[in-house]
């Protein structure tokens, strides 16, 4: 009798346990772990800044323009101030020379074209030598580092401030009047001949993740 009782209150404590330990594991199932947490946390953030750039690219600053928007694809860090791949192509009416802009500014040149992608230098690109306007004046724009974009050899006749906008000149395939930045600094040679500008930029070029795509024929 007594091994019955000693048995049975074993089975008692051996059934509470059990109990026990299957209502803390249903009731984990329900509980985010902190480390889960912290994922989920990051995940809406992302998808929170995604929606936020893109919905900033809605307040692009060219009146009377068509322009479509895509997403920046691949950005090798090893060229990462060279060129991206964006999600766009000749089958949604990209072509060489569009222009690629943030709502602040110019970013880069589509350069090739396929089907669904395309490759854009970027103003950062040591290749980079684009038709640009100052004022009354016209020269080209040049990249001498990731930090500094020139306006080289403008004429002394030139009239320019601190602070003056500088756009896309139109006189190549790329689109007219599409800011670039402003003039930061003004330098003239020694025989005062010439004249060369430091460009403050625009547009982040280090942080892209929707763009805005525009050739000629989209402004009106």
Known sequence: MKKIYQSGILFFFLFCFLTFDSLIGWLNQFTISPVGDEILEMKYQNLLKEFEDLSAQKEIIIPKVNSQIARVLFR???EFFEEITISKGTEEGVTPFSAIMTKEGLVGVVTSVDNHTS???????????LSVKVGDSFGILTTNSVEENWIRNLTKETTVSKGDLIYTSGLTEVPEGLPIGTVEYIENDELGLTTSI???RLADISNLTYLHILSKEDIS
């Open 198 to 200: 430091k460009i403050k």
């Open 76 to 78: 090798d860090p090893f």
């Open 119 to 129: 490759k854009v230098r970027l103003l950062t690109n040591q290749n980079t030598n």
